[in-house]
């Protein structure tokens, strides 16, 4: 029997981003909400613990925030990236502009110091009510319980419905779609990713520009680096698995130095910890996940990463798992009666274009790594900005779309191919014209 048969109130399963910013919303909304989560509570964690690592919020996410309230306590915490800045082999460094201007940039926030925001938010709000320590660990869709692991023991509850956010490897996902006609795709990136930490000076200064993100493209690794607001950076090396330059190969201190003094010798002095740092902190692995359905009848929906995580090459995640609540709140609100009708329209809103940022997110990696170097990306992006001011209704970066619009990702990307076409068809007109003129003007008889 369930032991908490209150089957008035909503269950949320993980506290994480998308799950605290939901558990908020839907308390705003005058709904009971229970948020269980896997891990103890975050917050009770001795100052200093763990490191900061740093997320770029940008509108879509700015937008779930504000529908909770909680934007401007946020940005008054994060520090503004108006632009990239590209370091080169050489040590020459190059500023990229985000945007047309200063309302199109990003905000770096520290992921532990949102999830705290969110999860204080949400604790104050008398509907809410927090249980960590609470792994899920099955849900019998039949009877509508939900069954976590605990210190205490098990512990089962029957919700009114439920809403899965616990993350990539979803536990909630694998119960919505056991012995149903479902779609699971999963994909490994072949590079891993560890992060490191760039200090600040003792006066508080950063030793790099501060208020940007920070690239060393790399064909075989690349470094990303995002500021807090301590002045210090949160750097991630993202490298392959395996190969000849790989985390498999690097692991002694001499092999850890020959690999920055190869690749980023600009760092090296600013990384006096390097090597300790290299053997405390962890590898992380990237996964892109697609799955459907996202939902259960009238009883079950995911959001966030347990139902599209992407790799985080456009900085995206995050962002549309906030937007994800958003549509779920709005799809919630226009059929207040009819839950599962509220799902279904909720899913075939987002899953399409989640599907195209996944594969956006794919794309920005090479990007990343490549392209952002070569003059002829350069240029384009300069003439694609230029058109941005002279044009700014109708003529949109495709990068301006996704981080500074709230388009949906699959209309923000049809739009950048029709314009892609129309400079095509520009640029050969104006080509052709040229010739034209040239002939002309040498005498050359059509
Ligand atoms: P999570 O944040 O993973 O939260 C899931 C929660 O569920 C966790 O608290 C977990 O403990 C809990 N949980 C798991 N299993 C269970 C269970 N069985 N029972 C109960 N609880 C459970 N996104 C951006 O927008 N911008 C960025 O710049 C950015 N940079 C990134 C850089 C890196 C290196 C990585 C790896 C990701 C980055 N992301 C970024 C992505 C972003 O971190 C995720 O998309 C975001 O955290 C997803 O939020 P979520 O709430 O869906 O999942």
Same mark, same amino acid.
Request: hydrophobic fraction near 25%; aromatic fraction near 12%.
């Given at each position: 029997p369930a032991q908490d048969a209150d089957s008035t109130r909503i269950a949320i399963v993980g506290g994480g981003l998308a799950g605290s910013l939901l558990a908020l919303a839907l308390a705003r909304q005058g709904h009971g909400v229970d948020l269980y989560e896997?891990? $103890?509570?975050?917050?009770?964690?001795?100052?200093?613990a763990g490191r900061s690592i740093n997320l770029g919020l940008s509108k879509r996410g700015m937008q779930g925030l504000r529908m909770v309230g909680l934007l401007d306590d946020v940005l008054a915490r994060s520090v503004v990236m108006s632009g990239r800045v590209i370091h080169a082999p050489d040590g020459s460094t190059r500023y990229q502009a985000?945007?047309?201007?200063?309302?199109e940039v990003l905000h770096s926030i520290d992921r532990n110091e949102l999830n705290h925001l969110l999860l204080d938010r949400a604790q104050q709000h008398p509907q809410v009510r927090l249980h960590f320590e609470h792994r899920l660990v099955r849900a019998d869709k039949a009877n509508r319980t939900l069954e976590f692991d605990t210190p205490d023991g098990s512990v089962t509850v029957q919700p009114l419905w439920v809403a899965g956010?616990?993350?990539?490897?979803?536990a909630m996902r694998r119960e919505l779609q056991h012995g149903e006609r479902a779609d699971y795709h999963q994909e490994y990136l072949e590079w891993g990713y560890k992060e490191l930490t760039l200090a600040a000076r003792p006066d508080g200064s950063s030793v790099i520009e501060l208020t940007a993100l920070h690239v060393w493209p790399r064909s075989h690794c690349l470094f990303v680096s995002h500021p807090n607001l301590d002045g210090s950076h949160t750097l991630t090396l993202f490298l392959p698995f395996e190969g000849e330059e790989s985390f498999a190969t690097v692991r002694t201190p001499e092999q850890v130095s020959a690999l920055f003094a190869k690749y980023f010798p600009d760092l090296l002095p600013l990384l006096p910890g390097l090597l300790d740092q290299w053997e405390r902190h962890p590898t992380g692995s990237l996964i892109t996940t697609r799955t459907a $359905?996202?939902?259960?009848?009238?009883w079950a929906v995911l959001l966030g990463d347990a139902c599209h995580a992407v790799y985080p090459f456009y900085g995206q995640g995050m962002n549309s798992a906030f937007e994800d609540c958003c549509v779920l709140m709005a799809a919630l609100a226009d059929q207040p009666k009819d839950l599962a009708a509220a799902f279904s329209r909720y899913e075939q809103q987002r899953r399409p274009h989640t599907d195209v940022l996944a594969e956006l997110s794919k794309a920005n990696f090479v990007e990343l790594r @490549?392209?952002? @170097?070569?003059p002829w990306f350069i240029a384009r992006k300069r003439l694609d900005l230029a058109l941005n001011r002279l044009w700014p209704r109708s003529w949109l970066p495709l990068y301006t779309m996704i981080a500074h619009s709230t388009m949906p990702y699959g209309e923000a990307l049809e739009r950048s191919h029709r314009q892609e076409r129309l400079l095509r068809t520009a640029l050969a007109g104006i080509a052709a014209l040229c010739c034209a003129g040239l002939a002309y003007a040498i005498g050359v008889k059509p």
């Open positions: 896997r891990r $103890p509570d975050p917050r009770r964690q001795s100052a200093g985000y945007g047309k201007d200063a309302g956010a616990d993350g990539a490897f979803s $359905p996202w939902r259960f009848g009238d @490549q392209k952002v @170097q070569s």
